[in-house]
T-cell receptor, first 113, second 115 residues
Framework: KNQVEQSPQSLIILEGKNCTLQCNYTVSPFSNLRWYKQDTGRGPVSLTIMTFSENTKSNGRYTATLDADTKQSSLHITASQLSDSASYIC????????????FGTGTRLKVLA | SAVISQKPSRDICQRGTSLTIQCQVD?????MFWYRQQPGQSLTLIATANQGSEATYESGFVIDKFPISRPNLTFSTLTVSNMSPEDSSIYLC????????????FGPGTRLTVL
């Protein structure tokens, strides 16, 4: 069964600190893996997208990594800000053209001043 | 990319009534989807909105409860019928842009509370 699992479920850090969120998946084959940020009460916004052949992708203070062999991805947030408080969702796409997207349950991040 | 707007952004409704949510995209898109996100949960796909034909529903969702229309390539509506408190959720419209089959964009969501 295609699954995407994220850890931790929730995380609290102090402003300025770094953190890493994990995503493990069983989807195979897959087209790409995306990380979204979802502010409370809003729709998800894409942070990074990686194909199976890419190992890392950065977007400002967000850096995503992908290990297709172990089927693991991580999202590293550097120098966290209060505005980083949100849910972060990992989404794995089935092969291109199938329009099948498997969502993780998300990690809820809280950044404290 | 695609800019997606949803109306209303939020609503509070009485049990037994219905609400229609609109989704408008600023460009022609290949696919349009409707998701539900219950409090503290991830997104659950309700259905794929098909242009000019009946939507394709996921297991657990039926047309009588969630009728969907998609009259053209840039617009769709989702109706939540005969609402109960269990329908309180965020409803999200999502699209895949033509030529970008692997990238999914989301609308801002409609926060529905049923009393």
């Amino acid at each position: 069964k295609n699954q995407v699992e994220q850890s931790p479920q929730s995380l609290i850090i102090l402003e300025g600190k770094n953190c890493t969120l994990q995503c493990n998946y069983t989807v195979s084959p897959f087209s790409n893996l995306r990380w979204y940020k979802q502010d409370t009460g809003r729709g998800p916004v894409s942070l990074t997208i990686m194909t199976f052949s890419e190992n890392t992708k950065s977007n400002g203070r967000y850096t995503a990594t992908l290990d297709a062999d172990t089927k693991q991805s991580s999202l590293h947030i550097t120098a966290s800000q209060l505005s980083d408080s949100a849910s972060y969702i990992c989404v794995v796409s089935a092969p291109s053209g199938t329009y099948k997207y498997i969502f993780g349950t998300g990690t809820r991040l809280k950044v404290l001043a | 990319s695609a800019v997606i707007s949803q109306k209303p952004s939020r609503d509070i409704c009485q049990r037994g009534t219905s609400l229609t949510i609109q989704c408008q995209v600023d460009s022609q898109v290949t696919m349009m989807f409707w998701y539900r996100q219950q409090p503290g949960q991830s997104l659950t796909l309700i259905a794929t909105a098909n242009q000019g034909s009946e939507a394709t529903y996921e297991s657990g969702f039926v047309i009588d409860k969630f009728p969907i229309s998609r009259p053209n390539l840039t617009f769709s509506t989702l109706t939540v019928s005969n609402m109960s408190p269990e329908d309180s959720s965020i409803y999200l419209c999502s699209v895949v842009v033509q030529g970008r089959a692997d990238t999914q964009y989301f609308g801002p969501g409609t926060r529905l509370t049923v009393l």
